[in-house]
């Protein structure tokens, strides 16, 4: 680390808990390797050898006269937007959700590009919808006869709700680490409530291992920074609850001595509604060479959701004005882009998936790149570029390391610490879809309920042993809960980003061959 902090060139660290790479700021620039070679007497000649790191590829600096998007990004308008949000949130239950504030946000979206010359239009879709119609009951009927609080103890994700009333019984057995690797259920009994702890991996990934083992209900207990119950989404054949730390540790101290038995008794029902996703497209640019940069404009139901996706949802907004605003000015752009606001994101990544299956497969192939913005304002934040390193398809797409790459110039450039993000499988944000069609796919993300290492700590400052997002799916992620340097960071390096992409010739053949037809 001293000899990246001093200028020696290409240093990345792997940190050990989450796998990620991270640089140093300086690791691709021109250094000067001083050799010694030579001693005579007690002297030591040095020799100068010239030495170049990595891929170059951005044109020549920018005319400083001539306005850039970064330059038009303020962290006033971001903020004022995130105000308008919280505030349509606190008009419906505090949240955002599909069928409480969304339609409000749509609405508010639409009206400021009223006076854009984008091509701005909503797509419509059908979203199967389960709620809970009155409070569920958690019981233990052994060793002890105990009730536990709602939603004090526990939460109820969504992906299962029966229709009607429906009660499962059962016992408890543990599984090891984390939940998610298949060894992990090595000792799990088969037909038992699956007991594990939150991190690591996502909801999804967990309560699809402990479905293929054989489990009839899934406990996930939080860690012991958030401790409070909690609820999310996760697609499951049972009942899936997000227990307190303490209730979780509870019942794995009791079940290693004996056996608990346990009892589930969930009221919903299910039914059909009508959510939308709106898209502003530009009337300038090459068609076959389009550039998608969305956001997801719903919260969960728990919360106004002005991190999650508050950040990247008003980001992705005054990316779209000014970009209007520097077109109307005269400055040109050789490509075509596509802004999306996706609905649905919190129940299953619905709206995005929904408009890419739209599309027809020329459609498909116009669309050479795609941004994802979710949570880029996280209080614990790191910086995360996801470049994609394990593709949907096993694979990662060449354009889309160019495209990751083209991110971590603006952070090195500005000598900002930032990290290389795998994409998790199945896909945790609105690039799945694109990136399970071939699409390069990158994006930028600051952290949600995941915890940061001591390392990230030195990088970053925050708190380590902490999640990123304390306030992930909760009521209290408002205007609050927005780190203002970290959200403008963001936002500006995507603003760099995307105005060197929508200006760059031969983008498509550029992202084909990942940067090699361009001069060095």
Request: hydrophobic share 40%; with cysteine.
């Amino acid at each position: 680390k001293k000899m990246a902090d001093e200028g020696y060139g290409t240093v990345s660290y792997v940190d050990v808990d989450t796998g990620r790479t991270t640089y140093n700021p300086r690791r691709r620039k021109m250094i000067a390797i001083v050799i010694a070679i030579t001693i005579v007497i007690a002297f030591v000649v040095p020799l100068s050898i010239g030495l170049t790191l990595g891929l170059k590829k951005k044109p020549e600096p920018e005319d400083n006269t001539v306005p850039t998007l970064t330059s038009l990004m303020s962290i006033d308008r971001l903020m004022n937007h995130l105000q308008d949000l919280e505030k349509i949130a606190a008009g419906y239950n505090n949240s955002r959700a599909v069928e409480l504030g969304y339609n409000a946000s749509v609405s508010y979206v639409f009206s400021q590009l009223a006076n854009t010359n984008y091509h701005v239009w909503i797509q419509n879709l059908s979203l199967p919808v389960t709620r809970l119609t009155g409070a569920p009951i958690f019981q233990q009927f052994s060793p002890a006869d105990l009730e536990y609080e709602y939603p004090g103890d526990y939460g109820v994700f969504s992906g299962w709700v029966p229709h009607g009333t429906k009660m499962l019984n059962g016992t408890v057995s543990i599984v090891e680490n984390l939940g998610c690797e298949a060894s992990d259920y090595v000792n799990f009994v088969s037909g038992s409530f699956a007991l594990i702890s939150r991190g690591n991996c996502t909801f999804q990934a967990k309560v699809d291992l402990a479905a293929q083992h054989g489990a009839t209900a899934a406990l996930i207990y939080n860690n012991p920074t958030e401790q409070t119950s909690f609820a999310s989404r996760a697609d499951s054949p049972f009942p899936v609850l997000g227990l307190s730390y303490f209730l979780g540790i509870g019942l794995k101290e009791v079940v290693a001595d004996e056996e608990i038995e346990l009892s589930i008794t969930i009221s919903g029902v299910a039914y059909n509604t009508t959510t939308l996703n709106v898209i502003a497209e530009s009337r300038w640019g090459n068609p076959n060479a389009t550039v998608v940069i969305g956001a997801h404009l719903d919260s969960v139901p728990a919360g106004p959701g002005i991190n999650d996706d508050g950040s990247g949802t008003t980001a992705n907004l005054e990316l779209a004005l000014q970009l209007d605003k520097m077109a109307k000015d005269g400055i040109a752009f050789e490509n075509r882009v596509r802004f999306g606001w996706w609905a649905a994101e919190e129940v299953g990544l619905v709206g995005s998936t929904h408009y890419v299956n739209s599309l027809s497969p020329e459609e498909l192939k116009q669309i050479v790149l795609y941004f994802n913005l979710d949570m880029i304002g996280s209080p614990n934040f790191y910086r995360g570029i996801y470049n994609g390193s394990e593709g949907m398809n096993g694979t990662q797409l060449a354009g889309t390391l160019f495209a990751a790459e083209a991110l971590a110039d603006w952070f090195e450039a500005s000598d900002l610490v930032f990290e290389f993000e795998h994409y998790d499988n199945p896909g945790r944000s609105d690039y799945a879809a694109f990136a399970a069609n071939g699409i390069p796919a990158t994006g930028l993300f600051t952290g949600a309920e995941q915890i940061k290492t001591p390392q990230q700590r030195q990088w970053y400052g925050g708190l380590a042993n902490a999640a990123y997002d304390p306030c992930y799916h909760q009521p209290c992620d408002t205007v609050e809960n927005i780190n203002q340097a970290v959200l403008l960071q963001m936002t500006n390096a995507i603003a760099s980003t995307l105005q060197y992409c929508l200006q760059l010739p031969n983008l498509k053949e550029t992202l084909d061959t990942g940067g090699s037809n361009l001069s060095r």
